[in-house]
């Protein structure tokens, strides 16, 4: 169907307000000098930062993650049992992980299980891990996993928007989620690995913060590459630059493939090195990982 002359005005319209958006923001250098310079922030900083202290702090920052399609009450139970609840203790100067991240099924079963102290409950919602779904139904999975217990939700951005540059549709359906969401954090999943361009992750991450987004995250980890860290330091360009603008502070979630101490500090060091001090806290750096908390735990001897 054919539009209008009105109809194309306020298409027009529209789409200059997000393009006056997009250009508040510093432009995106090529890609190739965003490889060398987080090349030259990890030869600088990674050793240093390579310390038993930082990987302490990082495991209070993990969001240990189960999202397979062979998940069973008693897999996740026994996942919440063996990893979180009988860590709470062991090591008084280590802080138990921030967040177990399940689908919406298994809200429940974390909230039975889970006797740690501290420790949030995360959820997918919003058509995981494709967000191509009716926006109904999105609004309604995000509420319902709220109403089991959820702390945090975790929706990805639809990707068939924002490439048909259908940012309206995009926003408004992200702010739709962000208000069922009532006292739950969001984080908004950008799927970096599929939009692979820094212009285009840098877009994303904008439009995620203007809708709400609580935390900006890399990666469902299904069906694409996962984080990169020319994605993270994009991605904390904008929420440096958008604190500015706005006075909000957004965290960063980083996650797809990172599953050693090593992949923990590298992402560490990229956030650090940009977003400074202020950003060093679980309430706004997270690392999703379904074996990271392991690994930096036989480090601690």
Same mark, same amino acid.
Request: net charge negative.
């Given at each position: 169907?054919?539009?209008?002359?009105?109809?194309?005005?306020?298409?027009?319209?529209?789409?200059?307000?997000?393009?006056? *958006?997009? &250009?508040?923001?510093?432009?995106?250098?090529?890609?190739?000098?965003? &490889? &060398? %310079?987080? =090349?030259?922030?990890?030869? &600088?900083?990674?050793? /240093?930062?390579?310390?038993?202290?930082?990987?302490?702090? %990082?495991?209070?920052?993990?969001? #240990?993650?189960? #999202?397979?399609? #062979?998940?069973? =009450? /008693?897999?996740?139970? /026994?996942?919440?049992? =063996? %990893?979180?609840?009988?860590?709470?203790?062991?090591?008084?100067?280590?802080?138990?992980?921030? +967040?177990?991240?399940?689908?919406?099924?298994?809200?429940? *079963?974390? =909230?039975?299980?889970?006797? +740690?102290?501290?420790?949030? %409950? +995360?959820s997918v919602a919003g058509g995981f891990p494709s967000s191509q779904t009716f926006t109904e139904i999105k609004v309604a999975e995000t509420a319902m996993a709220v109403m089991a217990g959820a702390d945090e939700i975790d929706v990805v951005m639809n990707l068939g928007y924002f490439l048909e540059e259908d940012y309206e549709m995009l926003t408004d359906e992200l702010s739709e989620v962000k208000d069922c969401c009532r006292g739950a954090k969001l984080k908004v999943i950008l799927e970096t690995g599929a939009l692979a361009l820094a212009e285009n992750i840098r877009k994303a991450s904008i439009l995620a913060a203007y809708s709400g987004a609580d935390f900006i995250k890399t990666s469902t980890g299904k069906g694409y590459p996962g984080a990169s860290p020319e994605a993270v330091y994009t991605m904390c360009k904008v929420i440096k630059e958008y604190a500015g603008i706005s006075g909000r502070k957004i965290g960063i979630k980083i996650s797809g493939g990172i599953r050693t101490a090593e992949d923990a500090v590298r992402y560490y060091t990229i956030v650090k090195e940009i977003l400074g001090e202020e950003w060093m806290n679980k309430d706004l750096f997270r690392i999703g990982a379904s074996s990271l908390a392991e690994d930096i735990e036989r480090r601690f001897g």
């Open positions: 169907m054919k539009m209008n002359e009105f109809e194309m005005e306020y298409s027009d319209l529209k789409s200059n307000r997000y393009h006056e *958006t997009f &250009s508040r923001f510093t432009s995106t250098p090529p890609d190739d000098d965003i &490889s &060398s %310079i987080v =090349k030259s922030i990890l030869d &600088s900083n990674f050793n /240093e930062n390579f310390t038993l202290d930082v990987l302490k702090w %990082i495991h209070g920052c993990i969001d #240990l993650t189960t #999202l397979t399609s #062979l998940d069973t =009450k /008693e897999t996740v139970w /026994e996942m919440v049992d =063996k %990893i979180v609840n009988n860590y709470e203790g062991t090591h008084p100067d280590v802080s138990n992980i921030a +967040a177990i991240c399940v689908y919406p099924l298994f809200v429940d *079963t974390v =909230k039975q299980a889970l006797t +740690a102290q501290n420790v949030k %409950i +995360a």
